[in-house]
């Protein structure tokens, strides 16, 4: 069912206690530790800027992130002085636009809400993967001061809190070097082939059939778009989910969920 893959699977979860034991019953206490949800377990981890379906070069890289800078300055929350380019990379991803960063939560609920979050289209498991890290895996403070796009080893970012969507997801961040290719056309392997990450991670498979009572016990646990994206988007896409059933929710919910 699943890919071969250095990282430990620890089991499929059908229900939020089964999942909350997975973790648990592994990690042993351990409180450095990372959540990612994707809603297919067979996706490996590499960052959106490697998923493209063709090489994107160094150059194009850059003009990307200058672009976004220009363009984001009316939406910022925080001032332009306490703002890096590692800053500014980690907004542009928890936006949407392709980066070498990959997402990663502090919360494990919020990674499987991500994981999760849609009816499954077909039959295919999702998967909330767990990076356990040391400090040093941290991004040091000459490397935040450098351009991130130069990084000469993949890192583990806590971002500055500098919007509030970070906030509510208590957003972090890897942050991937160039492996293959050369500067001018970066290339990049999946962090569970990584040879510094691989024997660190770990998964937990949800079946498709276990995605909607999951959603609606997150909700209770309260886990919902409102509270994940706090802005009128998140408030307009929970009144929606709240109302609208998803198919898969129907033999959970009997009335909206307010």
């Known amino acids: 069912m699943h890919k071969k893959r250095y990282a430990k699977h620890l089991g499929d979860a059908r229900n939020l206690a089964e999942f909350l034991a997975a973790i648990n019953g592994k990690l042993n206490g351990e409180v450095r530790t990372l959540y990612r949800g994707q809603s297919d377990a067979g996706w490996s981890l ?15 890289e850059t003009s990307m992130l200058e672009e976004f800078k220009r363009r984001a300055i009316p939406y910022l929350d925080s001032p332009l002085s306490d703002i890096g380019d590692a800053d500014w990379l980690a907004i542009a991803q928890h936006h ?34 767990i990076l356990t890290y040391e400090p040093e895996d941290l991004m040091r403070d000459a490397e935040r001061n450098s351009p991130p796009l130069a990084i000469a080893r993949t890192v583990v970012i806590r ?12 957003g972090w961040f890897t942050l991937h070097r160039n492996h293959d290719g050369n500067r001018k056309s970066p290339e990049f392997v999946s962090l569970e082939t ?62 909206p969920l307010l």
């Open 46 to 60: 590499k960052p959106a800027i490697a998923r493209l379906g063709r090489s994107v070069s160094l150059r194009e």
């Open 96 to 129: 949407g636009m392709p980066t070498r960063m990959l997402d990663w939560s502090g919360s494990a609920l919020t990674a499987l809400w991500f994981a999760i979050k849609q009816p499954a289209e077909t039959q295919t498991a999702a998967a909330v993967w």
């Open 159 to 170: 971002p500055r809190h500098i919007t509030r969507r970070i906030t509510a997801q208590d």
């Open 194 to 255: 990584n040879r510094d990450y691989k024997n660190r991670l770990y998964y937990v498979t949800i079946p498709a059939s276990a995605f909607g009572e999951m959603r609606v016990q997150l909700a209770k646990a309260g886990v919902n778009p409102s509270v994940l994206f706090p802005d009128l988007g998140g408030v307009a896409d929970f009144v929606k989910w709240s109302h609208q059933y998803p198919k898969d929710e129907l033999q959970t919910r009997v009335e």
